[in-house]
């Protein structure tokens, strides 16, 4: 009987992990993507399931319990974040998946030397690698969504004598897990996962509010590793491909991010960006006729109105203005009006990959209207005019010809190639980059000043008067 | 017990293969939920969880094991529900 149960389980989890890879395949495309998150949870309900029948677990009270509060906090958090806060909402749930992951590393190791007195070589390395990755993802997830969110400042932190204390911190991590490999002491174990946690909150510090996308990414990343971690350190293969599956992921979107700003990696990481090589940016570009063009959303309505095609270039200004709305109305008005409209996504567009698609389709914007960027940077030449809102590095020509700038390399839409620029801004202050956007002083450029939501819902009922 | 370890090298590095050639070819559209839904799976940690809780005397290890049920059960119930509510609003609508 209990050979035919435990037989039984693997293969429910053998199941399990057939539908994680396919619920993934069936994440890659619209048509699909909501059966494939579906068949990702029945995965899960099968996994818990099983796990449930197997005859050590007993205390099915507390984790009924355990299971029944976590479902609802959970099921309201989700049911009540905004979708423009999605990226600190994957930051949090990626911090409780690797707190949960360490504490299981943590219990496990506790329970075998408990039990045994001692603890085998390649366990004590594994628990090891699960504490610290799943430490780091818990901190350094908590702290990115403390910066996304506000509570924290979001520019690089970085204080005396730095790089010494971390080093410091690395060597005695070190230090420590030999001496927890020869002899393993509670202590010990305790200490290394004080330091993984410290890890966490250091790695995160000092990179600017800006990159936490990239961060919660790669973090993301962790998370599944600590899965994985977690099974090796039960044996339990299933575990091990979800984690693999999710860390794999996590590392294709922070490549993604990363392509998108031309930045790599390291640098995100490790350079504090804003510093030195702004200066760089500042002095080296070439001088330019710094006079623009402003004009009133009446005007603006008159050139959208009677062009024949326009591409709407939207940007996080626009999301942070819940503007996504007037957006779609002014869209559609526009269409009205025989206008062809199309909207131009970058790819670093929000504040994660792929979050300005998400904010569009949350205001009923048809997903096939949404263009990447490569598709739309052939067709700019041929259009009438480019509205920008809220964007700004993201459509700044010095990307592709001022090899001073430091934003020189990063892809760009090329706004500057269509008829007419419309940019709504607030002001002329500089974006993230901290670098002047050449396109603002064009002569075929004009400004429209004042906050998103105002200006767009100006321009809809501008439009409807036309 | 090394023999366990192999094969779980082995199944981890098979499995991420697997993972970069399944999410390579996801649009952009998509990225925001699939890193969500990925999220989710990694709430998978919840099987750990409830075999250390397994126990039915109470000590360190159980309250521990606690702690990564509620935890975990977060992770995943949140992440396939926010999941399911971004993907809802992808749909394709008749141009107007």
Same mark, same amino acid.
């Given at each position: 009987?209990?050979?035919?149960?435990?037989?039984?389980?693997?293969?429910?989890?053998?199941?399990? *992990?057939?539908?994680?890879?396919?619920?993934?395949?069936?994440?890659?495309?619209?048509?699909?993507?909501?059966?494939?998150?579906?068949?990702?949870?029945?995965?899960?309900?099968?996994?818990?399931?099983?796990?449930?029948?197997?005859?050590?677990?007993?205390?099915?009270?507390?984790?009924?319990?355990?299971?029944?509060?976590?479902?609802?906090?959970?099921?309201?958090?989700?049911?009540?974040?905004?979708?423009?806060?999605?990226?600190?909402?994957?930051?949090?749930?990626?911090?409780?998946?690797?707190?949960?992951?360490?504490?299981? *590393?943590?219990?496990?190791?506790?329970?075998?030397?408990?039990?045994?007195?001692?603890?085998?070589?390649?366990?004590?390395?594994?628990?090891?690698?699960?504490?610290?990755?799943?430490?780091?993802?818990?901190?350094?997830?908590?702290?990115?969504?403390?910066?996304?969110?506000?509570?924290?400042?979001?520019?690089?932190?970085?204080?005396?004598?730095?790089?010494?204390?971390?080093?410091?911190?690395?060597?005695?991590?070190?230090?420590?897990?030999?001496?927890?490999?020869?002899?393993?002491?509670?202590?010990?174990?305790?200490?290394?996962?004080?330091?993984?946690?410290?890890?966490?909150?250091?790695?995160?510090?000092?990179?600017?509010?800006?990159?936490?996308?990239?961060?919660?990414?790669?973090?993301?990343?962790?998370?599944?590793?600590?899965?994985?971690?977690?099974?090796?350190?039960?044996?339990?293969?299933?575990?091990?491909?979800?984690?693999?599956?999710?860390?794999?992921?996590?590392?294709?979107?922070?490549?993604?991010?990363?392509?998108?700003?031309?930045?790599?990696?390291?640098?995100?990481?490790?350079?504090?960006?804003?510093? &030195?090589?702004?200066?760089?940016?500042?002095?080296?570009?070439?001088?330019?006729?710094?006079?623009?063009?402003?004009?009133?959303?009446?005007?603006?309505?008159?050139?959208?109105?009677?062009?024949?095609?326009?591409?709407?270039?939207?940007?996080?200004?626009?999301?942070?203005?819940?503007?996504?709305?007037?957006?779609?109305?002014?869209?559609?008005?526009?269409?009205?009006?025989?206008?062809?409209?199309?909207?131009?996504?970058?790819?670093?567009?929000?504040?994660?990959?792929?979050?300005?698609?998400?904010?569009?389709?949350?205001?009923?914007?048809?997903?096939?209207?949404?263009?990447?960027? &490569? &598709?739309?940077?052939?067709?700019?030449?041929?259009?009438?005019?480019?509205?920008?809102?809220?964007?700004?590095?993201?459509?700044?020509?010095? *990307?592709?010809?001022?090899?001073?700038?430091?934003?020189?390399?990063?892809?760009?839409?090329?706004?500057?190639?269509?008829?007419?620029?419309?940019?709504?801004?607030?002001?002329?202050?500089?974006?993230? *980059?901290?670098?002047?956007?050449?396109?603002?002083?064009?002569?075929?450029?004009?400004?429209?000043?004042?906050?998103?939501?105002?200006?767009?819902?100006?321009?809809?009922?501008?439009?409807?008067?036309? | 017990?090394?023999?366990?370890?192999?094969?779980?090298?082995?199944?981890?590095?098979?499995?991420?293969?697997?993972?970069?050639?399944?999410?390579?070819?996801?649009?952009?559209?998509?990225?925001?939920?699939?890193?969500?839904?990925?999220?989710?799976?990694?709430?998978?940690?919840?099987?750990?969880?409830?075999?250390?809780?397994?126990?039915?005397?109470?000590?360190?290890?159980?309250?521990?094991?606690?702690?990564?049920?509620?935890?975990?059960?977060?992770?995943?119930?949140?992440?396939?529900?926010?999941?399911?509510?971004?993907?809802?609003?992808?749909?394709?609508?008749?141009?107007?």
């Amino acid at each position: 009987m209990n050979t035919y149960l435990n037989t039984g389980i693997e293969l429910a989890y053998l199941i399990a *992990a057939a539908l994680f890879i396919l619920g993934l395949k069936k994440l890659g495309s619209p048509a699909t993507a909501r059966k494939g998150n579906f068949l990702a949870a029945v995965g899960m309900l099968i996994a818990i399931v099983a796990t449930l029948l197997n005859q050590s677990v007993l205390n099915y009270e507390w984790i009924l319990v355990g299971m029944i509060a976590g479902s609802l906090i959970g099921a309201i958090a989700a049911k009540k974040v905004a979708m423009t806060d999605m990226p600190q909402m994957v930051g949090i749930f990626n911090g409780v998946g690797g707190a949960a992951s360490a504490l299981v *590393a943590v219990g496990e190791f506790w329970r075998v030397l408990t039990t045994t007195g001692t603890v085998p070589l390649d366990a004590t390395f594994i628990a090891i690698l699960g504490v610290l990755i799943g430490g780091v993802t818990l901190t350094g997830s908590l702290l990115a969504f403390a910066k996304l969110q506000g509570l924290v400042t979001g520019s690089p932190v970085t204080f005396p004598f730095q790089q010494p204390f971390n080093f410091l911190l690395l060597a005695s991590f070190l230090t420590g897990s030999v001496y927890l490999l020869i002899k393993p002491d509670p202590a010990v174990f305790l200490t290394l996962t004080a330091i993984s946690l410290l890890f966490g909150a250091l790695f995160v510090l000092p990179i600017g509010g800006g990159d936490m996308p990239v961060v919660v990414s790669l973090l993301n990343s962790f998370s599944g590793l600590a899965a994985g971690a977690v099974g090796f350190i039960l044996y339990n293969n299933m575990l091990i491909v979800a984690g693999a599956l999710v860390g794999a992921s996590g590392l294709i979107l922070t490549q993604i991010m990363c392509k998108a700003m031309n930045r790599p990696l390291t640098n995100v990481l490790f350079g504090a960006f804003g510093g &030195d090589s702004v200066a760089v940016g500042g002095s080296g570009g070439t001088e330019i006729d710094k006079t623009y063009r402003s004009i009133d959303s009446e005007e603006g309505a008159m050139m959208l109105g009677y062009a024949r095609s326009v591409v709407i270039v939207p940007g996080y200004g626009m999301a942070v203005a819940q503007a996504q709305h007037g957006v779609r109305e002014l869209a559609s008005q526009l269409e009205k009006m025989g206008v062809d409209v199309k909207y131009a996504i970058h790819p670093v567009a929000g504040r994660m990959p792929g979050h300005m698609n998400v904010l569009l389709a949350e205001a009923n914007v048809s997903y096939d209207r949404l263009y990447d960027m &490569d &598709d739309i940077n052939t067709e700019f030449d041929r259009v009438d005019v480019a509205l920008v809102i809220g964007a700004n590095d993201v459509v700044n020509p010095a *990307a592709r010809n001022d090899n001073a700038s430091p934003i020189y390399g990063m892809p760009i839409l090329d706004v500057d190639k269509a008829n007419r620029a419309i940019v709504i801004k607030r002001s002329m202050r500089t974006g993230f *980059a901290g670098v002047d956007n050449e396109l603002f002083y064009k002569d075929k450029t004009t400004m429209l000043f004042g906050s998103a939501q105002d200006i767009v819902s100006q321009l809809v009922s501008e439009v409807k008067q036309l | 017990m090394e023999a366990g370890l192999l094969t779980g090298l082995v199944v981890f590095v098979l499995a991420s293969f697997v993972g970069f050639e399944v999410i390579n070819k996801v649009p952009p559209t998509l990225h925001t939920p699939l890193m969500s839904g990925a999220n989710a799976i990694s709430g998978i940690a919840v099987v750990g969880a409830l075999l250390i809780t397994g126990t039915k005397d109470w000590n360190l290890v159980t309250i521990l094991g606690f702690i990564a049920v509620i935890l975990a059960t977060v992770n995943v119930v949140g992440g396939f529900l926010v999941t399911d509510r971004m993907l809802q609003m992808f749909k394709k609508k008749e141009a107007s």
